[in-house]
């Protein structure tokens, strides 16, 4: 739905001397300078204060950034960050406009176009089954962390007690804007191992008093434990002996540290977490530890921009290996609490940051360029001499603040009328302008498996989450939405949305601009040289888009059609199921892509539910494309489609409370809830065996 435009409150205002419109505005571009701080990660690699508004093409190289030396010249650092991270709070905290971060934003998902295949465990002959599902994942191979993992054999679920279950999603589905890391919430878990092969055999095996989300390769299971407490971290189990499951290894995280993204690939688990800083030690840093042994990262390991910036955390990465829990390599940077997209290939994990802009600086620009004919020359003079002065941005930004109200206040009722509507006119329009310059996104590419950083780059705008991303024969591209924090000046629609093309070193090689204006991205799904994107506002415009030259990508189809698409999922080369919403009901629409220049929607089918977890987390989705379904679940149930015939209809609906996943093994799909496990003939959708789970 559209945003309704904020009204202004005029009660108990004097009927003159209004408060400027050019001091609203420089409010307005102070408070967005804090959002896109607090909101989001930023790690500020790329800043450059001699060109405050970044260009496209100015990527910076690996070469800007350094280890510090020492603790003492971190906590230099750290004092200098402060007095810039200062200038934000000040203006921020001055403003009187209602952000849009309030607006949840829903998630996009992308996995591989034949995800049938084992990850962890090769098929095999009985006992177990030799066609077994994996978790729905973004890329092959590379596998994330589920409530529910199987080995053919075996079904692991880590099942809510009273409802509660921990705050990570380790595959971070959908971000919210939000201005620190929410505290891990208090659990109680645990995590049920089930006979589930043969089907007719379908038994509760054991359980493990520990939940989370679980990765499990070569009879490891490895729990990902987010409770307060002692046990908060990871813990591995040998499950060969599925009845008697014994503990390997065990990683607890410092209480200032907390699990921001988890992956598994090639037998290693790739962590990526946040640990708040200590302004009076900040190194070495301790974030977690090992079977009761502290893990320490060196001050010579932690790496942050030669140009200050805003930090108030260290990230950190390791890739451990998930039999014996060794750390084989880390490396640390500096930034600020909030939320970081992180995006992993077989070559790479990219991690995205919000860059800083220099608000004094577009301030001073805005005002030199488009006010002249509305301030006087010798104001705009006295901003230029402060613009040079050597001091903090804080104390800019309050000598900013000064000359324009002393000379505001010397200004007649008429005048000041005047300027306000003037410039909060020619504001919105610069702001239009300059969309792309106010708010970037920087990267930072981090090779495997030695986790080296090897290229940082630039582009503009503020991606969803880690779906924006891929990476595709060398190339990354990324879907990033600009011009989206207007906090009430003009009409608040002048968002855009880009699809950029990015070399091996982070460097823009193509990109397509203005797609959905007004709007802002809900989905994206790249497969191959193909991008397909969905933006929403009103109605859900699906863009293709052929990336198949770097240096040109092209926009190639539209379609518009009622209500939005918060997740796609390709069936084939050809065809992509969607699932959204339209009219307060889940949709799941059927679209042909056959012919790039004229996507179609072949099919659609509604559900009485007004939302699936699929529009949340991409793992609750599954495909079997042998007998062409997938499943959905819902509050009322779980969901059995089918999409035979390019023609979309209900197999079977199940109905149990809190339905959560479906795996198959053979041809028998398992519906799993909270307090039971179902198993039907895919060939019939008959009944085979029903479990409940134990409650305690």
Known sequence: MKKEPIKKNNINRPSVRHTPAFIIFLIVIGAIALIMIISRSYMGFNVRPENPINKLTDIASVDDIKPFASA????????????????????????????????????????????????GSAPSASPEANRISETNVQVVGIDEPDIVKTDGKNIFFSQENNGIMPY?????????????????RQSQSVTNIIKAWPATDLEFLTKIEQGGELLLADNILVIFNNNYGSDRGLVAYDVSDSTKPSKKWS????????????????????????????????????????????????????????????????????????????IKNKVSFVGLSGQSVVYMSPQAIYVTYQQATDVFGFLYDFYSKKMTDLVPADLIAKLAKVKDYDISQNSKMSEFYNVLSKWQNSLSNDDQLKLNTETENRATKYF?????????????????????????GSVPGTPLNQFALDEYKGYLRLATTVGENWWGLGSGQNSANDVYVLDKNLKVSGSVQDLGLTERIYSVRFIEDKAYLVTF????????????????????????????SSYLHPIDKDKIVGVGQENSKVKISLFDVSDPSQPKEIDKYSLDEYWTEVSNNHHAFLMDTKHQIFFLPGGQGGYILSYKDDKLSLDKAVKLDQVKRAIYLNDYLYVIATGDVKVFDENTWEEVKALSLPTN
């Open 72 to 119: 003492e010249e971190f906590k230099n650092y750290i004092v200098k960050a402060g007095e810039m991270s200062g200038a934000n709070a000040y203006v921020g905290g001055m403003g009187m406009m209602k952000s849009n971060s309030d607006i949840s934003r829903p998630a996009m998902g992308e996995i591989a176009l034949d995800n049938s295949q084992g990850l």
């Open 168 to 184: 990570y999603d380790a595959a971070q589905i959908a971000p919210m804007p939000t201005a620190k890391i929410m505290p891990p």
């Open 251 to 326: 990683i607890k995280y410092a209480d200032s540290n907390y699990l921001l993204s988890a992956r598994l690939y090639d037998g290693q688990i790739y962590l990526v977490t946040q640990n708040s800083l200590n302004d009076y030690s900040p190194c070495p840093i301790k974030p977690l530890t090992l079977n009761d042994q502290a893990v320490e990262i060196a001050c010579s390991s932690i790496y942050h921009p030669i140009t200050v910036v805003p930090m108030d955390s260290t990230f950190i990465g390791l890739n451990i290996d998930i039999k014996s829990g060794e």
């Open 432 to 456: 239009d302008e300059n969309k792309r310059k106010l708010l970037n996104t920087g990267l930072v590419k981090i090779a495997l498996p030695n986790l080296k950083i090897v290229a940082s």
């Open 537 to 564: 506002r009103q109605t859900d415009p699906f863009y293709v888009l052929d990336l198949s030259k770097p240096s040109k990508p092209e926009l190639k189809g539209e379609l518009k059609i009622p209500g939005f």
